[in-house]
């Protein structure tokens, strides 16, 4: 019998080929999702479309508008959001916690998608200044989607997601800066201009250093509250150990207390931190010290021995520094001494923070130990600076010996040529 | 009798003494106003003997290996007596002498002292050359510092580029396919004994041709000389010349000394192979025309990689270069008058590429 396809053989390929091709089609369809076809053809605030759907996370790991709108994703009619397919419609401020936390808080379900994310988000948020206004029914506070987004979700690792460490002093600023939206609440809303002059902020943008403070390290996150009167030095001793540590055993910890003053933010201020100087111990306007402290009592006098100490030790390094420059520029080996510059530093650096034990005695051991060493190393480089001059003197002999040689050779030359003729 | 006096009449006893220097004392050479071109080979010559005196110096306490190298020479320019002076001697021995044989070399092209029957004697001199641009390049990553490691990977990098041979010629000079440790190794081993050993060799060759030929005489003097030979003049190699040419390398010492006085060559930082490579690498002065050019050829020329097509542009015109002698009697004067084009356009070359490497490097 005559038949279009030749044999079996090609009848099973082709039956193989079919097979295939709709089992990947099954494979990338996964869920259908007919909702975009219609949101991504409507104007905002109802559109949303694919490409925008593609960036969010939860697309990502195959999940779909119903997720979170319910009805039913593969029927291409009205029908799809009609109350028995299931669909819930727009979702309400007052159920965003609620609707997210649904899966975010079930730590079995989130297993599957991202086993090392944190389930808490949710009972944080309960805690937070946020999460108690919200339960008032303050539908002005921040919920999940007014920092992380909606239908573009990203994951806080991602540059461009609004909770990256990059991007969330402005997302916080959205409504902390927006001086109408705050009106109600009374409290400052210049905390983002003055974050934008501290030292954190430079390291965060300038020296693209991700660990540095931004809202959330001081603040928290999902739990977002301002740090107590009594709590600010745990804030910053999550970084700053070794000031913390001293300022714990200081008197300063105790008088602060009592006078319900806020530790660290006392002399370094708090969202417009900049770079300490040594001036802070001084007596101009940037000092701190005298703000509580009598002129020629006890602690100024303690000040400003402290204060002498720094500057002292200051200017030993850069006094070996200019020394030691002069010799490299004559092209003398002095990395050694380089070397020992740097310990000086670091001597420097630790006596500045022992300034937290408000201990003259402890500062003056690391001033003393940076004094030696850069005075070592201010020998060296006078040393180096001697050794140049030695090599000078013995060229300007070699070269006088070379020129009375050169001289003998030639009155030799002319000798026995005159000689000769 | 005086003491120098029996040691002569000691040896002449035994070696014909007198007969053995006889030739050299009736050895003359030619004396005209550009005599003073044929110091320069005399002078490179003085200058690779003390780098011979002062590399064993620096063998006493240098210590090839990636974890001690940079150490040992930090050592001998901070503690060892006189330590400073001896390396910085070396090293601009080293560059005073790739200098002063490039300058030879240039001289003996512009006086035609290449020509018949000399052209063995320019062959040897520019293997000689080759020799000692290969000394500058194995010692140079030997103090193991930042500038050296990184210069030495780019140069073995466009070793690598070679059609054919080139892979396998960058593994043998690195020691592997990167540069480490065992490159150094390797390096030392070229430094000190490869190619001491074949520059001794040739050395001996140059001189023994030199010797042989004699000193070549300028056409321009010696077309002179034939037609007014009253006006012919020489001198005798010894001690008229012989002591001329210590004059000369008296000089070379004295401004040897002064740069390394004044100068001392400095150590920089130890290498880091872990580090990205710092900005301003860039190779020593005598390579810096050719780097410069590979830098500027663009990626691609026609369907051949750039970097490619300018290591054959430099392989042929250093072939044709060496191989200058045989193509001066080409041609009626024609081979002669591109050989003088050629040596123009080669001096200038180098000489604005130098340069501007240095100024792009900035």
Redesign the interface.
């Known amino acids: 019998m005559d038949t279009w396809l030749p044999n079996n053989a090609l009848r099973g390929a082709l039956f193989f080929f079919v097979a295939l091709v709709l089992r990947v089609s099954i494979a990338q369809g996964q869920t259908p999702n007919t909702c975009l076809d219609c949101h991504g053809a409507l104007d905002p605030p109802l559109q949303v479309t694919e490409q925008r759907f593609a960036n969010d996370i939860h697309s990502q790991k195959g999940l779909t508008c119903a997720s979170c709108h319910g009805g039913d994703p593969t029927r291409a009619d009205m029908d799809a959001m009609s109350k028995a397919a299931g669909f819930r419609g727009k979702v309400t401020r007052k159920d965003v916690p609620g609707l997210c936390g649904g899966c975010h808080s079930d730590a079995a379900f989130m297993r599957k998608y991202n086993p090392s994310l944190r389930t808490d988000q949710l009972s944080q948020y309960k805690t937070s200044v946020h999460g108690a206004l919200f339960a008032k029914g303050d539908m002005k506070v921040a919920v999940c989607i007014d920092c992380h987004g909606v239908h573009d979700l990203r994951p806080a690792r991602d540059t461009q997601s609004k909770v990256n460490p990059l991007n969330v002093a402005q997302t916080c600023a959205r409504c902390h800066s927006d001086a109408e939206y705050m009106k109600t609440y009374g409290i400052p809303t210049d905390q983002f201009a003055k974050y934008g002059t501290s030292v954190h902020h430079e390291a965060m943008t300038a020296r693209d250093d991700l660990s540095a403070p931004t809202c959330t390290t001081c603040h928290g996150n999902h739990g977002a509250t301002p740090p107590g009167v009594g709590t600010v030095q745990n804030v910053c001793s999550t970084c700053h150990v070794f000031q913390a540590d001293m300022y714990e055993k200081s008197s300063h910890k105790g008088a602060f207390q009592a006078a319900g003053l806020p530790g660290c933010v006392v002399c370094h201020g708090n969202h417009g931190i900049t770079q300490p100087t040594d001036a802070k111990l001084g007596t101009s306007p940037e000092g701190v010290c005298m703000q509580c402290h009598s002129p020629g009592d006890v602690c100024d006098q303690a000040r400003a021995k402290m204060l002498g100490g720094l500057t002292q030790l200051d200017q030993a390094i850069k006094g070996a520094n200019q020394v030691l420059s002069r010799a490299e520029s004559s ?3 002095v ?2 001494a380089r070397l020992g510059q740097d310990q000086a530093r670091d001597s420097l650096t630790k006596a500045r923070v022992t300034i937290h034990s408000f201990q003259t005695k402890l500062v003056e051991q690391d001033i003393q130990t940076g004094l030696a060493t850069a005075a070592k190393n201010l020998q060296a480089g006078k040393d180096a600076l001697r050794e140049r001059n030695y ?2 003197v ?2 300007g002999v ?2 006088l010996a ?2 009375i ?2 001289l003998g ?2 009155l ?2 002319r000798q ?2 005159s000689n000769s003729k | 009798m005086p003491l120098l006096s029996r040691a002569r009449i000691w040896l002449d006893e035994r070696f014909d003494w007198a007969g053995l220097i006889g030739p050299l004392k009736k050895k003359t050479v030619p004396d005209h106003k550009l005599s003073y071109w044929y110091f320069l080979g005399g002078i490179t010559l003085f200058f690779f003997l003390i780098q011979v005196f002062t590399g064993i110096l620096l063998l006493l306490y240098y210590r090839p290996g990636a974890t001690e190298a940079f150490e040992s020479v930090q050592y001998i320019m901070t503690r060892v007596q006189f330590g400073w002076l001896i390396r910085s001697i070396h090293s601009w021995a080293a560059n005073l002498m790739i200098l002063t044989a490039f300058l030879h070399m240039f001289s003996v092209v512009f006086l035609r002292a290449y020509r018949k029957p000399r052209e063995l004697t320019w062959l040897s001199g520019m293997f000689l050359l080759f020799l000692a641009m290969g000394f500058g390049f194995s010692g140079y990553l030997l103090p193991w510092n930042t500038l050296a490691f990184f210069a030495t990977k780019v140069g073995t990098e466009i070793t690598g580029q070679v059609p054919v041979i080139g892979h396998s010629l960058m593994v043998f000079l690195r020691g592997g396919e990167d540069v480490t440790g065992a490159t150094l190794t390797r390096f030392f081993g070229f430094h000190v004994a490869v190619l001491p050993a074949l520059t001794t060799l040739l050395i001996l060759i140059h001189l023994v041709l030199v010797q042989y030929f004699g000193m070549s005489v300028p056409p321009g003097v010696e077309a002179r000389w034939k037609t007014s030979p009253g006006e012919a003049r020489d001198m005798k190699f010894f001690p008229n010349f012989f002591l001329r040419e210590l004059m000369a390398w008296y000089i070379a010492l004295g401004v040897l000394g002064a740069l390394a006085a004044i100068l001392p060559w400095e150590l920089g930082t130890k290498a880091d192979p872990f580090a990205p490579a710092p900005a301003g690498i860039r190779p020593e002065w005598y390579f810096m025309f050719m780097f410069q050019t590979l830098k500027e050829i663009p990626a691609k020329v026609w369907r051949l990689d750039g970097e490619v097509v300018g290591i054959l542009l430099f392989g042929f015109a250093g072939l044709l270069w060496t191989l200058l002698p045989f193509f001066d009697q080409v041609g009626c004067g024609r081979g002669r008058r591109f050989i003088m084009g050629a040596a123009i356009f080669a001096v200038s070359y180098m000489f604005a590429m130098t340069i501007y490497g240095y100024m792009a490097a900035k």
């Open positions: 092209g003398m080996e990395s050694e090599r000078r013995g060229l070699s070269v070379i020129l040689v050169l050779l030639r030799y030359i026995i040529e």
